[in-house]
């Protein structure tokens, strides 16, 4: 087995005929207004190549988010059952998606995701959280605002 494929998402689904849906992919910095704050969700999605050597046995994929700190902010597992390989198809890939939602960023700087995929290979996923500066924020709290992070020239006008 070999791990193929890592990539951030601001959201992402592997389906049972093998495809990943992603959105928002390529995603390695985060701008936030303020911190502490929960991000609403961050998706990994995975991709992993076997072969007939490897029919059989069953995928296990450790990930943490670690924070600048190096301390481990959540951690999940992902699995995948073994599946049966044809001579005519030497080779198959297992995909498999992971999202965490509300997602604790306690601070500005360098994040992590480690993804340990055992003998099919290990990654870590830089992840940046920068200040989000330029765009001045209305009175009031932003979590009753559905167009906070949006300069007001982009803002939608409700009601008028």
Known sequence: MQLTTALLADAAIATPDGKLYIHGGGIDTILVPRVPVLHPTLALALSVLVEMDDRGHDLR???SFLGPDGATLMGGRAEARAIAL???HPH??????????QLPLPGYGAYRVVVDAGAAGRIELPLTVAELTGIAEEEGPADDR?????????RRTVGG
């Open 61 to 63: 994929v450790d990930i």
């Open 146 to 154: 559905l167009d906070t992070g949006f300069p007001p020239s982009a």
């Open 86 to 88: 044809e001579p005519q």
């Open 92 to 101: 198959a890939t297992i995909v498999t998606a992971y999202t965490w939602s």
